[in-house]
Protein backbone atom coordinates (compact mmCIF):
# COMPACT_ATOMS: atom_id res chain seq x y z
CA UNK A 1 0.00 0.00 0.00
CA UNK A 2 1.28 3.16 -0.90
CA UNK A 3 2.41 5.49 2.29
CA UNK A 4 0.89 8.93 -0.08
CA UNK A 5 -2.28 6.94 0.61
CA UNK A 6 -4.93 8.61 2.56
CA UNK A 7 -6.25 7.02 6.23
CA UNK A 8 -9.39 5.96 4.56
CA UNK A 9 -8.07 4.29 1.37
CA UNK A 10 -5.98 2.45 3.73
CA UNK A 11 -9.12 1.32 5.59
CA UNK A 12 -10.44 0.12 2.48
CA UNK A 13 -7.72 -1.95 1.10
CA UNK A 14 -4.81 -2.78 3.19
CA UNK A 15 -4.14 -6.33 3.85
CA UNK A 16 -5.98 -7.30 1.02
CA UNK A 17 -5.11 -9.21 -2.40
CA UNK A 18 -7.82 -10.10 -4.34
CA UNK A 19 -5.53 -11.17 -7.11
CA UNK A 20 -3.88 -13.80 -4.79
CA UNK A 21 -7.65 -14.91 -3.56
CA UNK A 22 -8.93 -15.76 -7.08
CA UNK A 23 -10.73 -12.17 -7.27
CA UNK A 24 -12.32 -12.43 -3.88
CA UNK A 25 -12.54 -9.30 -2.15
CA UNK A 26 -12.07 -10.36 1.39
CA UNK A 27 -8.89 -12.88 2.32
CA UNK A 28 -9.85 -16.15 3.42
CA UNK A 29 -9.98 -17.47 6.69
CA UNK A 30 -7.64 -19.79 7.44
CA UNK A 31 -8.24 -22.40 10.25
CA UNK A 32 -4.95 -24.02 10.74
CA UNK A 33 -2.62 -25.55 13.66
CA UNK A 34 0.05 -27.84 11.52
CA UNK A 35 1.50 -26.34 8.45
CA UNK A 36 2.98 -29.23 6.09
CA UNK A 37 6.38 -28.97 3.78
CA UNK A 38 7.19 -31.04 1.19
CA UNK A 39 11.17 -31.06 2.21
CA UNK A 40 13.79 -30.81 4.99
CA UNK A 41 14.68 -27.58 3.40
CA UNK A 42 11.54 -25.86 3.20
CA UNK A 43 10.64 -26.78 6.94
CA UNK A 44 14.22 -25.36 8.07
CA UNK A 45 13.40 -22.26 5.94
CA UNK A 46 9.99 -22.16 7.90
CA UNK A 47 11.21 -22.00 11.61
CA UNK A 48 14.61 -20.08 10.74
CA UNK A 49 12.45 -16.68 11.52
CA UNK A 50 9.17 -15.09 10.97
CA UNK A 51 9.79 -14.01 7.72
CA UNK A 52 6.17 -12.65 5.48
CA UNK A 53 4.42 -15.49 3.83
CA UNK A 54 6.24 -17.94 5.31
CA UNK A 55 4.39 -19.90 7.70
CA UNK A 56 5.39 -22.77 10.46
CA UNK A 57 2.67 -23.43 12.54
CA UNK A 58 -0.48 -22.15 13.13
CA UNK A 59 -0.06 -20.10 16.89
CA UNK A 60 3.30 -18.15 15.14
CA UNK A 61 1.40 -17.22 12.58
CA UNK A 62 -1.15 -17.45 9.18
CA UNK A 63 -2.01 -15.82 6.02
CA UNK A 64 -5.28 -14.24 8.13
CA UNK A 65 -3.02 -13.23 11.25
CA UNK A 66 -1.11 -11.39 8.34
CA UNK A 67 -4.02 -10.10 6.80
CA UNK A 68 -4.99 -8.27 9.64
CA UNK A 69 -1.56 -7.30 11.01
CA UNK A 70 -0.18 -5.71 7.35
CA UNK A 71 -3.34 -3.70 7.58
CA UNK A 72 -2.90 -2.28 10.80
CA UNK A 73 0.77 -1.69 9.83
CA UNK A 74 -0.42 0.52 6.87
CA UNK A 75 -2.34 2.54 9.14
CA UNK A 76 0.12 3.23 11.68
CA UNK A 77 2.81 3.81 9.46
CA UNK A 78 5.45 1.12 11.28
CA UNK A 79 7.72 -1.91 10.32
CA UNK A 80 5.14 -4.42 11.74
CA UNK A 81 2.39 -5.87 14.17
CA UNK A 82 1.57 -8.60 16.08
CA UNK A 83 -1.95 -9.62 16.88
CA UNK A 84 -2.72 -11.51 20.25
CA UNK A 85 -5.75 -12.54 21.79
CA UNK A 86 -6.96 -9.34 23.72
CA UNK A 87 -6.06 -6.13 24.68
CA UNK A 88 -4.77 -6.91 27.90
CA UNK A 89 -2.97 -10.07 25.84
CA UNK A 90 -0.84 -6.65 24.22
CA UNK A 91 -0.19 -4.52 27.04
CA UNK A 92 1.52 -7.82 28.20
CA UNK A 93 3.55 -8.20 25.20
CA UNK A 94 4.60 -4.93 25.67
CA UNK A 95 5.39 -4.40 29.22
CA UNK A 96 7.40 -7.32 29.04
CA UNK A 97 9.07 -7.97 25.96
CA UNK A 98 11.70 -5.60 26.94
CA UNK A 99 12.97 -6.01 30.62
CA UNK A 100 14.30 -8.45 32.83
CA UNK A 101 14.75 -8.75 36.76
CA UNK A 102 16.47 -5.70 37.64
CA UNK A 103 15.29 -2.95 34.95
CA UNK A 104 13.12 -0.33 35.91
CA UNK A 105 9.53 0.51 34.43
CA UNK A 106 7.84 3.84 34.49
CA UNK A 107 3.76 3.53 33.97
CA UNK A 108 1.82 6.78 33.76
CA UNK A 109 -0.99 6.66 36.96
CA UNK A 110 -3.93 7.13 34.31
CA UNK A 111 -2.98 3.93 33.18
CA UNK A 112 -6.17 1.39 32.50
CA UNK A 113 -6.45 -0.84 35.62
CA UNK A 114 -6.14 -4.47 34.38
CA UNK A 115 -2.50 -2.76 33.11
CA UNK A 116 -1.53 -2.20 36.80
CA UNK A 117 -3.08 -5.14 38.03
CA UNK A 118 -0.46 -6.77 35.65
CA UNK A 119 2.36 -4.10 36.41
CA UNK A 120 1.83 -4.90 39.84
CA UNK A 121 1.21 -8.64 40.53
CA UNK A 122 3.90 -9.75 37.41
CA UNK A 123 6.25 -7.56 36.92
CA UNK A 124 7.13 -6.69 40.39
CA UNK A 125 6.47 -10.52 41.06
CA UNK A 126 9.59 -11.33 38.67
CA UNK A 127 11.71 -8.63 39.69
CA UNK A 128 11.10 -5.45 37.73
CA UNK A 129 10.69 -2.68 39.42
CA UNK A 130 7.39 -0.91 38.66
CA UNK A 131 6.90 3.24 39.00
CA UNK A 132 3.97 5.23 38.16
CA UNK A 133 4.28 8.97 37.21
CA UNK A 134 1.85 11.96 36.98
CA UNK A 135 0.11 11.72 33.46
CA UNK A 136 1.06 15.33 32.90
CA UNK A 137 4.87 15.37 33.66
CA UNK A 138 5.57 16.19 29.96
CA UNK A 139 9.17 16.29 29.60
CA UNK A 140 9.90 16.20 33.01
CA UNK A 141 9.86 12.55 33.08
CA UNK A 142 13.63 12.77 32.88
CA UNK A 143 13.86 13.25 36.03
CA UNK A 144 12.74 10.01 36.71
CA UNK A 145 15.05 7.55 34.65
CA UNK A 146 17.25 5.84 36.30
CA UNK A 147 20.33 3.66 34.74
CA UNK A 148 18.08 0.79 34.83
CA UNK A 149 14.57 2.18 32.89
CA UNK A 150 14.00 0.26 30.09
CA UNK A 151 10.42 1.49 29.38
CA UNK A 152 8.07 4.18 29.95
CA UNK A 153 4.47 2.74 29.43
CA UNK A 154 1.88 5.67 28.37
CA UNK A 155 -1.80 5.86 27.78
CA UNK A 156 -3.31 9.16 26.68
CA UNK A 157 -6.03 10.36 26.89
CA UNK A 158 -5.99 8.18 30.05
CA UNK A 159 -8.52 5.88 31.54
CA UNK A 160 -10.99 6.78 33.40
CA UNK A 161 -9.82 10.15 33.82
CA UNK A 162 -8.72 11.52 30.14
CA UNK A 163 -6.02 13.80 31.20
CA UNK A 164 -3.99 13.99 27.52
CA UNK A 165 -0.18 13.16 28.17
CA UNK A 166 2.51 15.58 26.19
CA UNK A 167 3.70 12.54 24.07
CA UNK A 168 6.18 14.53 21.87
CA UNK A 169 7.86 15.35 24.67
CA UNK A 170 8.17 11.97 26.96
CA UNK A 171 8.98 10.11 23.82
CA UNK A 172 11.88 12.75 22.87
CA UNK A 173 13.37 12.28 26.60
CA UNK A 174 13.23 8.59 26.31
CA UNK A 175 14.99 8.36 23.32
CA UNK A 176 17.72 10.65 24.32
CA UNK A 177 18.64 7.99 27.24
CA UNK A 178 18.07 5.31 24.78
CA UNK A 179 15.01 4.04 26.98
CA UNK A 180 11.86 2.79 24.78
CA UNK A 181 7.92 4.54 25.04
CA UNK A 182 4.99 1.90 24.46
CA UNK A 183 1.88 4.18 24.28
CA UNK A 184 -1.56 2.50 24.23
CA UNK A 185 -3.63 4.79 21.40
CA UNK A 186 -7.14 2.31 22.02
CA UNK A 187 -8.72 5.66 22.69
CA UNK A 188 -7.61 7.78 19.75
CA UNK A 189 -6.77 4.14 17.05
CA UNK A 190 -4.40 5.21 14.31
CA UNK A 191 -6.85 7.84 12.85
CA UNK A 192 -7.16 10.10 15.64
CA UNK A 193 -3.34 9.83 17.07
CA UNK A 194 -0.27 9.18 14.86
CA UNK A 195 1.73 7.42 17.40
CA UNK A 196 4.51 7.02 15.55
CA UNK A 197 4.93 10.23 13.97
CA UNK A 198 5.22 11.46 17.64
CA UNK A 199 8.37 9.50 18.58
CA UNK A 200 6.57 6.44 20.24
CA UNK A 201 8.34 3.18 19.64
CA UNK A 202 5.67 0.86 20.57
CA UNK A 203 1.62 0.95 19.79
CA UNK A 204 -0.65 -0.82 21.95
CA UNK A 205 -4.42 -1.64 20.79
CA UNK A 206 -7.48 -3.29 22.53
CA UNK A 207 -8.76 -4.11 19.21
CA UNK A 208 -11.87 -5.38 20.42
CA UNK A 209 -12.85 -1.47 21.16
CA UNK A 210 -12.86 -0.01 17.55
CA UNK A 211 -11.33 -2.15 15.42
CA UNK A 212 -13.90 -5.20 15.91
CA UNK A 213 -16.23 -2.58 16.68
CA UNK A 214 -19.38 -4.75 17.26
CA UNK A 215 -18.44 -6.28 20.70
CA UNK A 216 -18.33 -9.97 18.90
CA UNK A 217 -14.57 -10.58 19.45
CA UNK A 218 -11.40 -10.28 21.82
CA UNK A 219 -8.24 -8.68 19.76
CA UNK A 220 -5.23 -7.02 20.62
CA UNK A 221 -2.66 -5.37 18.54
CA UNK A 222 1.14 -4.68 19.57
CA UNK A 223 2.51 -2.69 16.87
CA UNK A 224 6.40 -1.38 15.99
CA UNK A 225 7.94 1.63 14.28
CA UNK A 226 11.66 -0.42 13.80
CA UNK A 227 12.64 -3.71 12.98
CA UNK A 228 14.78 -4.76 16.07
CA UNK A 229 11.63 -3.73 18.11
CA UNK A 230 8.95 -5.13 15.89
CA UNK A 231 11.49 -8.65 16.58
CA UNK A 232 11.55 -9.00 20.13
CA UNK A 233 7.58 -8.20 20.69
CA UNK A 234 7.30 -11.21 17.74
CA UNK A 235 9.67 -13.57 19.93
CA UNK A 236 7.86 -13.06 23.11
CA UNK A 237 4.66 -13.16 21.18
CA UNK A 238 5.90 -16.56 20.16
CA UNK A 239 7.75 -18.06 23.06
CA UNK A 240 4.82 -16.87 25.31
CA UNK A 241 2.11 -18.70 23.34
CA UNK A 242 0.42 -15.16 22.23
CA UNK A 243 -1.88 -15.95 19.12
CA UNK A 244 -5.38 -14.59 17.87
CA UNK A 245 -7.71 -17.24 16.80
CA UNK A 246 -8.46 -17.48 12.97
CA UNK A 247 -12.52 -16.36 13.55
CA UNK A 248 -11.71 -13.30 15.74
CA UNK A 249 -8.92 -11.95 13.25
CA UNK A 250 -11.70 -12.25 10.33
CA UNK A 251 -14.06 -10.01 12.73
CA UNK A 252 -11.24 -7.89 13.61
CA UNK A 253 -10.42 -6.96 9.60
CA UNK A 254 -13.91 -6.62 8.76
CA UNK A 255 -14.72 -4.07 11.29
CA UNK A 256 -11.58 -1.85 10.78
CA UNK A 257 -12.74 -1.51 6.77
CA UNK A 258 -15.61 0.75 8.64
CA UNK A 259 -13.75 2.23 11.59
CA UNK A 260 -13.61 5.60 10.07
CA UNK A 261 -17.13 6.16 9.39
CA UNK A 262 -17.71 4.79 12.68
CA UNK A 263 -15.46 7.34 14.48
CA UNK A 264 -16.64 10.22 12.66
CA UNK A 265 -20.34 9.60 14.20
CA UNK A 266 -18.99 8.36 17.57
CA UNK A 267 -17.10 11.90 18.22
CA UNK A 268 -19.91 13.65 16.82
CA UNK A 269 -22.73 12.41 19.22
CA UNK A 270 -19.79 12.38 21.85
CA UNK A 271 -19.82 15.72 21.68
CA UNK A 272 -23.39 16.60 21.30
CA UNK A 273 -23.70 14.65 24.67
CA UNK A 274 -20.78 15.91 26.17
CA UNK A 275 -22.14 19.69 25.42
CA UNK A 276 -25.17 19.01 26.91
CA UNK A 277 -24.21 17.49 30.05
CA UNK A 278 -22.08 20.63 30.83
CA UNK A 279 -25.03 22.37 31.60
CA UNK A 280 -26.68 20.02 33.79
CA UNK A 281 -26.98 21.08 37.50
CA UNK A 282 -26.17 17.40 38.20
CA UNK A 283 -22.93 17.57 36.26
CA UNK A 284 -19.54 19.09 37.81
CA UNK A 285 -17.48 18.40 34.95
CA UNK A 286 -17.18 16.65 31.41
CA UNK A 287 -13.87 14.92 31.28
CA UNK A 288 -13.65 14.49 27.14
CA UNK A 289 -10.34 16.44 25.74
CA UNK A 290 -12.42 17.35 22.68
CA UNK A 291 -14.23 20.21 24.53
CA UNK A 292 -12.32 23.30 24.61
CA UNK A 293 -13.52 23.61 28.28
CA UNK A 294 -10.94 20.60 28.97
CA UNK A 295 -7.32 20.59 30.49
CA UNK A 296 -5.76 18.73 27.93
CA UNK A 297 -7.84 20.44 25.15
CA UNK A 298 -5.03 22.65 23.84
CA UNK A 299 -2.72 19.04 23.89
CA UNK A 300 -5.28 17.58 22.19
CA UNK A 301 -6.02 19.97 18.96
CA UNK A 302 -2.12 20.16 19.19
CA UNK A 303 -1.52 16.15 18.13
CA UNK A 304 -4.70 14.54 17.92
CA UNK A 305 -6.84 14.40 14.72
CA UNK A 306 -10.00 13.00 15.79
CA UNK A 307 -11.58 11.84 19.15
CA UNK A 308 -13.92 8.72 20.23
CA UNK A 309 -17.12 8.13 21.98
CA UNK A 310 -15.80 7.52 25.00
CA UNK A 311 -15.44 10.27 28.23
CA UNK A 312 -16.48 10.38 31.30
CA UNK A 313 -18.51 12.88 34.28
CA UNK A 314 -17.91 13.50 37.52
CA UNK A 315 -21.46 14.55 39.50
CA UNK A 316 -21.64 16.86 41.75
CA UNK A 317 -21.94 15.44 45.79
CA UNK A 318 -24.31 12.15 45.50
CA UNK A 319 -24.87 9.22 47.27
CA UNK A 320 -24.29 5.60 45.95
CA UNK A 321 -27.73 4.94 46.41
CA UNK A 322 -28.74 8.17 43.55
CA UNK A 323 -25.47 6.83 41.44
CA UNK A 324 -27.58 3.41 41.21
CA UNK A 325 -31.22 5.29 41.14
CA UNK A 326 -29.79 6.75 37.46
CA UNK A 327 -27.53 3.56 36.65
CA UNK A 328 -30.33 0.81 37.09
CA UNK A 329 -32.94 2.37 35.38
CA UNK A 330 -30.81 3.05 31.60
CA UNK A 331 -32.52 1.82 28.71
CA UNK A 332 -30.17 2.56 25.84
CA UNK A 333 -27.01 3.15 27.97
CA UNK A 334 -26.44 -0.61 29.67
CA UNK A 335 -23.91 -1.47 31.98
CA UNK A 336 -21.24 -3.63 30.94
CA UNK A 337 -17.23 -3.53 30.57
CA UNK A 338 -15.56 -2.82 27.36
CA UNK A 339 -16.48 -0.17 24.80
CA UNK A 340 -15.89 0.90 21.04
CA UNK A 341 -19.02 -0.91 19.72
CA UNK A 342 -22.01 0.01 18.27
CA UNK A 343 -24.08 0.42 21.38
CA UNK A 344 -24.17 3.00 24.37
CA UNK A 345 -22.51 1.91 27.48
CA UNK A 346 -22.30 3.38 31.36
CA UNK A 347 -20.57 2.53 34.62
CA UNK A 348 -19.88 4.38 37.96
CA UNK A 349 -16.14 4.86 38.29
CA UNK A 350 -13.52 5.14 41.09
CA UNK A 351 -10.34 6.68 39.98
CA UNK A 352 -9.53 7.72 43.51
CA UNK A 353 -8.75 4.50 44.78
CA UNK A 354 -5.99 3.20 42.20
CA UNK A 355 -3.55 6.67 42.02
CA UNK A 356 -0.76 5.99 43.82
CA UNK A 357 1.91 8.64 42.08
CA UNK A 358 -1.19 11.53 42.08
CA UNK A 359 -4.01 11.99 44.13
CA UNK A 360 -7.29 11.98 42.47
CA UNK A 361 -9.92 15.07 43.63
CA UNK A 362 -12.98 14.65 42.29
CA UNK A 363 -16.49 17.10 43.89
CA UNK A 364 -18.43 13.64 43.33
CA UNK A 365 -19.03 9.62 41.91
CA UNK A 366 -17.11 9.27 38.53
CA UNK A 367 -19.41 7.83 35.67
CA UNK A 368 -17.49 7.04 32.17
CA UNK A 369 -19.56 6.50 29.51
CA UNK A 370 -19.23 5.10 25.77
CA UNK A 371 -21.57 7.09 23.50
CA UNK A 372 -22.36 4.32 20.65
CA UNK A 373 -24.49 4.81 17.22
CA UNK A 374 -27.86 5.53 18.61
CA UNK A 375 -29.59 8.81 17.58
CA UNK A 376 -28.31 11.62 19.83
CA UNK A 377 -31.84 12.76 20.73
CA UNK A 378 -32.66 9.41 22.11
CA UNK A 379 -29.80 8.70 24.11
CA UNK A 380 -29.99 12.44 25.41
CA UNK A 381 -33.43 11.38 26.73
CA UNK A 382 -31.99 8.48 28.50
CA UNK A 383 -29.31 10.61 30.56
CA UNK A 384 -32.09 13.16 31.35
CA UNK A 385 -34.45 10.40 32.55
CA UNK A 386 -31.91 9.02 34.58
CA UNK A 387 -30.34 11.95 36.06
CA UNK A 388 -33.91 12.36 37.26
CA UNK A 389 -34.19 9.61 38.94
CA UNK A 390 -30.64 10.86 40.49
CA UNK A 391 -32.12 13.90 41.93
CA UNK A 392 -35.15 12.33 43.26
CA UNK A 393 -33.52 9.65 44.96
CA UNK A 394 -32.07 12.28 46.99
Given amino acids: MSKSRRPATVLAH ?17 HSS ?21 YSYGRIGTPTSEAFEDA ?10 VAVSSGLAAVNVALTAFVKAGDHVLVTDSAYGPTRRY ?32 LVYLESPGSLTFEVQDVPAIAAAARA ?12 TPLGFDAFGHGVDVTV ?16 IVGARERSVWLKLKSFAVTSGHCAGPDDLYLAQRGLRTMGVRLRQHQETALEIARWLQARPEVSRVLYPALPQDPGHALWRRDFTGASGLFAIELRPASATQVAAMLDGMELFQMGASWGGYESLILPTHPEKIRTATTWQAAGPGVRLHVGLEDPADLIADLEAGLDRLRAAA
Fill in 205 to 220: HAATKYMVGHSDAMMG
Fill in 34 to 54: TVLWPTVAAMDEAHAGFEHGV
Fill in 177 to 188: RGVLTALDNTWA
Fill in 14 to 30: AGRHPRENHGMVNPPVY
Fill in 72 to 81: VTALEGGYGT
Fill in 119 to 150: ADAVLSRFGVAVEYYDPLIGAGIESLFRDNTR
